[in-house]
């Protein structure tokens, strides 16, 4: 009896193993939160908020791969190694929502001729770019928070291939830009965390898994 018991015994602590309660779950919520506060500081300059966005998707890339975050040193290094070259990105970035924001306005407003049509397909496109743009970011936090060209090839190869999935990423952003404007201003930077792991989260399963860096791809 004694001999069929053990194994019974040797396999209760296994099935603990991986099992998570609410404290795993609080410690994820707020290091998410602190990842967003951080974001929104960095990019606070507006022609840092490429870098800073880059390197925060980096972040959450280490922790959903490895199951621990980058240290502070890896993530100041990355930081200052994506300012210069993210500055393009993020003039490229504000300078296009400025437009579409913009456009978005005069057409609601009846500024501009179109009326509602005009103002649907505008807005379409609005949110199809957003959540073009969102896979890019978690394409660059592949490559270590840099290789912005790279990874805009790479994210747009992904959202041909699988536009079931581009539709869900623009859906993250769609909610992501609603909740920003129903919440609390202060707590839109904690809504930045999690938006980059909603991302992350999204794409980790989509068919199209090798990141282009240059000319060689890694798994």
């Given at each position: 009896?004694?001999?069929?018991?053990?194994?019974?015994?040797?396999?209760?602590?296994?099935?603990?193993?991986?099992?998570?309660?609410?404290?795993?779950?609080?410690?994820?919520?707020?290091?998410?939160?602190?990842?967003?506060?951080?974001?929104?500081?960095?990019?606070?300059?507006?022609?840092?908020?490429?870098?800073?966005?880059?390197?925060?998707?980096?972040?959450?890339?280490?922790?959903?791969?490895?199951?621990?975050?980058?240290?502070?040193?890896?993530?100041?290094?990355?930081?200052?190694?994506?300012?210069?070259p993210g500055v393009p990105v993020s003039l490229l970035a504000l300078t296009g929502a400025?437009?579409?924001?913009?456009?978005?306005?005069?057409?609601?407003?009846?500024?501009?001729?179109?009326?509602?049509?005009?103002?649907?397909?505008?807005?379409?496109?609005?949110?199809?770019?957003?959540?073009?743009?969102?896979?890019?970011?978690?394409?660059?936090?592949?490559?270590?928070?840099?290789?912005?060209?790279?990874?805009?090839?790479?994210?747009?190869?992904?959202?041909?291939?699988?536009?079931?999935?581009?539709?869900?990423?623009?859906?993250?952003?769609?909610?992501?830009?609603?909740?920003?404007?129903?919440?609390?201003?202060?707590?839109?930077?904690?809504?930045?965390?999690?938006?980059?792991?909603?991302?992350?989260?999204?794409?980790?399963?989509?068919?199209?898994?090798?990141?282009?860096?240059?000319?060689?791809?890694?798994?």
């Amino acid at each position: 009896m004694a001999s069929r018991a053990e194994p019974a015994a040797r396999a209760e602590p296994a099935d603990t193993v991986g099992r998570r309660d609410w404290r795993d779950v609080a410690r994820d919520a707020a290091d998410l939160a602190l990842l967003g506060i951080l974001l929104a500081l960095a990019a606070a300059p507006l022609l840092t908020a490429a870098a800073a966005a880059g390197t925060a998707s980096a972040a959450v890339h280490d922790w959903t791969r490895t199951g621990s975050w980058p240290s502070a040193r890896t993530t100041a290094r990355r930081f200052g190694r994506s300012v210069l070259p993210g500055v393009p990105v993020s003039l490229l970035a504000l300078t296009g929502a400025a437009l579409l924001t913009a456009d978005l306005a005069a057409l609601a407003t009846g500024r501009v001729p179109g009326g509602p049509a005009a103002l649907l397909v505008t807005a379409l496109i609005a949110a199809g770019l957003a959540g073009y743009a969102g896979l890019v970011v978690v394409e660059v936090g592949g490559n270590g928070g840099g290789r912005w060209r790279a990874s805009a090839r790479s994210a747009a190869r992904a959202c041909l291939d699988a536009p079931t999935r581009w539709a869900t990423l623009t859906g993250v952003v769609a909610l992501a830009g609603l909740l920003a404007v129903l919440v609390t201003p202060v707590a839109v930077p904690i809504l930045a965390g999690y938006t980059v792991a909603a991302l992350h989260a999204v794409t980790v399963r989509r068919p199209v898994t090798a990141t282009v860096v240059g000319r060689r791809e890694l798994p």
